[in-house]
Antibody, heavy 119, light 106 residues
Framework: EVQLVESGGGLVQPGGSLRLSCEAS????????MHWVRQAPGQGLVWVSR????????NFADSVKGRFTLSRDNAKNTVFLHMNSLRVEDTAVYYC????????????WGQGTTVTVSS | YDLTQPPSLSVSPGQTARITCSGD??????SYWYQQKPGQAPVLVIY???KRPSGIPERFSGSSSGTTVTLTISGVQAEDEADYYC??????????FGTGTTVTVL
């Protein structure tokens, strides 16, 4: 079964850091670009970042650029979102998402992990 | 860039729901549609404007005209009640979602 499982969410104070993990199974992970998408409470979907299949290139939304980094370990089928200088407005459910190989479609989603930034 | 959707839409069972998504970039880039039910992760229902992934019912279809794309649900069923989001990308490697539409089945 194709699956993405996120972990690492929790409560953190403003200015703090958190690392989210996403473990993939059921498909050749090293061939796929991976993304993170977030959804604040009661709000819509917002794209956060993406990493190419070999980890050589990443891109970020302006709202997190300079604060978040993205890495992957293809040997462990895992992608990591490193979040620094967290703000209250970063509070959201964070989804790990697989990009389809031949298009910009987000074809597989994890169930999400919740990040709460609050003092 | 902005992708604009109507906030809400109400439809009776068996009727047709049409959800629009407008944005200048849609004339140059493909669109994608996602269904999200409460407490669940989104699910891809349409890709590259009009293609349907395997497992998605035939009553879901997509179309494109200029700067507007449309998701059509023909013969709406109660289980189609959900939030729907369009999505696209730009040439710089950034991705964008629409504002979302809540579909209520009366």
């Amino acid at each position: 079964e194709v699956q993405l499982v996120e972990s690492g969410g929790g409560l953190v104070q403003p200015g703090g850091s958190l690392r989210l993990s996403c473990e993939a199974s059921g498909f050749p992970f090293s061939r796929f670009w991976m993304h993170w998408v977030r959804q604040a409470p009661g709000q819509g979907l917002v794209w956060v970042s993406r990493i190419e299949s070999d980890g050589s290139s990443t891109n970020f939304a302006d709202s997190v650029k300079g604060r978040f980094t993205l890495s992957r370990d293809n040997a462990k089928n895992t992608v990591f979102l490193h979040m620094n200088s967290l703000r209250v407005e970063d509070t959201a459910v964070y989804y790990c998402v697989r990009a389809a190989r031949t298009s910009d479609a987000f074809d597989i989603w994890g169930q999400g992990t919740t990040v709460t930034v609050s003092s | 860039y902005d992708l604009t959707q109507p906030p809400s839409l109400s439809v009776s069972p068996g009727q047709t729901a049409r959800i629009t998504c407008s944005g200048d970039a849609l004339s140059k880039q493909y669109s994608y549609w996602y269904q999200q039910k409460p407490g669940q992760a989104p699910v891809l229902v349409i890709y590259e404007d009009a293609k349907r992934p395997s497992g998605i019912p035939e009553r879901f279809s997509g179309s494109s005209s200029g700067t507007t794309v449309t998701l059509t649900i023909s013969g709406v069923q109660a289980e189609d009640e959900a939030d729907y989001y369009c999505q696209s990308a730009d040439n710089s490697g950034s991705y964008f979602f629409g504002t979302g539409t809540t579909v209520t089945v009366l």
